[in-house]
Every structure is written in C-alpha cells, then in structure tokens.
C-alpha cells in the first residue's frame, strides 16, 4: 500500500502574523498537513507580550475602510484587497470565538477586556496546540533552497542536514537585522531598505524639557521642508517631544528623515487646527481689556494652554515677569500669537518610544501576490506581517496588518495542501 504524503508546512516566525497564519491553515486544512512554526529566540509572541504597554492594541475600529488603509504609510494600496477579505472586524470576530473579550476604546483602540496582553498570547498559543500545530522555539532558520519540484529545503540552527517542506511561510517580522535580510537574498527576494517607523523627536531646548509631562490635547506638528503635518496629542518628555502626533509624523516622513540624520526643523502650532492669528489676537485684546492689572505670566487666557507653557511662550515673547495685560506691547503681543501658532525648533535626533516601533521596509511588494500572500517569484513560498514593506500608524494597525496577510496566506496554503 502506498502511504499517503502528508504535507509539511513551514512558517518561520513565532510572532502575530506567524501564528495567525499557521492557525488559518489548521482551521482549514483539518488535520491533512504537517504545521511547524520555528522561532529563533526562546519565547513565542514576544512582541505581543510587550505591545500597547502590556495591554496589547489587538486592531482598531473604524467603519470607513478607506480611511482605515489611510493609517498605513506604506501599504495603503497595497491593503484595500487584503483588508476586504480578512479585517478588523473579522478579527474582532475570531479573538470573541475563541474566548477573548475585547472592548473598544473611545479613540477607536481595541485592547482585551482583562488589560493584558497574555490573553492574547494565550489563546494564540492554546489555539494552536489545540490544532496540533508544533511550536518549536530556539529554532534558527539560515538559509532557504528551492528544489526543482517546488517545494524548499530550510537549514536550522547549526544542523549540518536540512529539512524538506512543501509550503513556506516567512512571518520573521521587520528586517532590521541582516539574518532577516541574508534569509531574503537566499531565497532571491529584493526588499527595500529598512529604517525606523514611529520614534519620538529629541529637542535640546531646556526650557521645553522643564515643561516634561505637560500633554495637549490636539497640537499640529508640521515639518515644511517634507510638506507633511499632522494633528494630535503632542506630549513633551524629558528628551523633546512625543505623542500621537508625533509618532505619526516619524511614521509620514520615516524614509526622508532617515536621510537628514533625524535634524531637522519642526514647526508646533501648540493650539492646533481652527485657530487664526486673528482669532487669536481677539481673545489677547479681550483678556487686556478684562484683566489689565494682572500679570501676563500667570493664567493662560486659552484653555487649550496650559498655564505652564503659556508662562514660557510670553517669556520668550520678551514679556517681563512683572508684567500685566494693560502692559502688554502690539509687538510682543504679536510674536507670542506667532509662537503659539507657529514655534520653531531642530529636531537633533530621535529616541525610539518605549511603547510603539515598527520598521519601515521589507520585502517589495510588487514581489508578492495580494490576493493568496504568495510570492511572484517562487512558487509555494508566502509572506505575513511585517516582513514585507507594509508599515501603520499606531493604534492597532501594525497587528491588523499581521493577523489579516497572515491569515489570508495561511488560508492559502490549506488549499494547496488539500489540492
Ligand atoms: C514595544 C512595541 C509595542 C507595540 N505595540 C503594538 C500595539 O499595541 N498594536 C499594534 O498594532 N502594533 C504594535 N507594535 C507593532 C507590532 O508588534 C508588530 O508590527 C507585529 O508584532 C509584527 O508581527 P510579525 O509577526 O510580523 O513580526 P514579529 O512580531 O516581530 O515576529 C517575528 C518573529 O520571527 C522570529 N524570527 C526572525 N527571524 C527568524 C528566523 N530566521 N528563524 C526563526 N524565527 C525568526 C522573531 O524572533 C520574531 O519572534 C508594537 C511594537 C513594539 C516594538
């Protein structure tokens, strides 16, 4: 009796998207293939475990698909398809069947109701030995070879005989490390360089620096020399400025800001959208009218304006600390709506945000076939996650990428086994 073949399917990459994939092609495939996942380091998810600081910003909420794919800045044309064949919905969907309660917060961030990322480490890994996938960790892979029959031979760790597999998944994260990149080139896929996404801006300017911990609400940060800006919360630090906006303004200009060596001048409009230098001037010459005899420095007239920034921009208006409204000259009046509207500071370096950093660049995307993940250029072969050159904002956006290419190629590859 001929036994039957058993196919044995590869994914290299125990993080989101690994998981996903090889969870899609056990929920399909029904026990007709052989799933592995091999991780080098020697724990799985572990950017899961530390992501949305331990909560785990498992997707996002938005109704409006087009502006969904807008908080990808590279990949946006590139995720219509994908999206609208596994999104963010479907993931909300499949995490509630499997037993993970998820809430949604009000700026649309979907977390675990229990507030820890294990939940969802947890179920990924029970789902997944549930459909007796192996997970097998400390599992190097070196180098990928093609054999003539389509299928692979993969060299792990420092094993002298390689494994043979029918089906491959690469869901090894961003490449910032040449393994990463030399496991690339061994199969003969281009990717595009990589540097950081989301990274906060380092400012020497110790008067900005004493106001560390000082948050606004929605700020406009614009980099003019790119043409790019954005509104947001803007946070100051100890090292310059972070936040919402600024992280996605690093993610906008990544590539470009990479060139200048991360030194470049931003403009803060620390009011942010709907506030004209007339609008502005109104509410000064009111608040002179009102309250001549109190001092400039000590309450803004803004509510948008926290008193201890205020008391710096009229400082450095060159108002003087004794100084009140009926006092107050046309001239400095006009540079302090100027630095509220538009302050200028160089940006000297970035500091990566403990919460949030994503590589921008990977693998090219014209390489990769959008509708199964499969490669144009080596048949059988798949990509997932963040390996290729897809990149979002924060909020939720860089897992959705990793559970939706994930699952589509993981659904795929079911089918090729099953054919
Ligand atoms: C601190 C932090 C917080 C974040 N928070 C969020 C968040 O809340 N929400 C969100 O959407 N995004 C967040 N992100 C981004 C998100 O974590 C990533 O985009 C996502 O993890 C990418 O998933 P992935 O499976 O493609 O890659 P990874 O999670 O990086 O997994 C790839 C895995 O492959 C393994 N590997 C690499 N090379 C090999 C090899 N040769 N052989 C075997 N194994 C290999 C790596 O060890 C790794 O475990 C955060 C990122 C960071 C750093």
Known sequence: MISEHIP????????????????????NVKGKADINILESGSHFLTKVKISGGGRCNVTHEMEDKINFVGHYPRGKRELIGPLSRWSQEDTVWWFKENGVELKTESDGRVFPVSDTSQTVINCLTDTAEEKKIRLNNKCRVNRIVKSDDDSFRIWVN????????DYLLIATGGIRSASSRNLLESIGHEFSSPVPSLFTFEIDDNKLIELSG????????????????STGP????????????????SALGARKLEQVNYQFKIQVNWLGEGWSFQK????????RNKNGVRKILKKSPLKEIPNRLWGRIVLKAGTEEEQT???LTKEIATNIVDLLITEEFLVSGKSLNKEEFVTCGGV????????????RLVRNLFFAGEVMDIDGLTGGFNF??????????GEEIALRCLS
């Open 8 to 27: 044995r399917v590869i994914i290299i990459g125990g993080g989101a998207a690994g998981f996903f994939g090889a969870i899609a092609c056990a929920e």
């Open 158 to 165: 420092k094993q002298k005989d390689p494994i043979a597999v």
């Open 214 to 229: 000082l948050s606004l609400s929605s700020a406009c940060v614009s980099i003019k020399s790119l043409g790019i800006r």
């Open 234 to 249: 803007l946070l100051i630090t100890h090292w310059g400025l972070s936040g919402p906006v600024v992280l996605k303004i």
């Open 280 to 287: 502005i001037r109104k509410v000064i010459e009111s608040e």
């Open 325 to 327: 409204w009926s006092e």
């Open 364 to 375: 090219l995307m014209r390489d990769v076939d959008l509708r199964t993940m499969e490669s």
């Open 400 to 409: 959705q990428s990793a559970w939706t290419t994930g699952r589509i190629a």
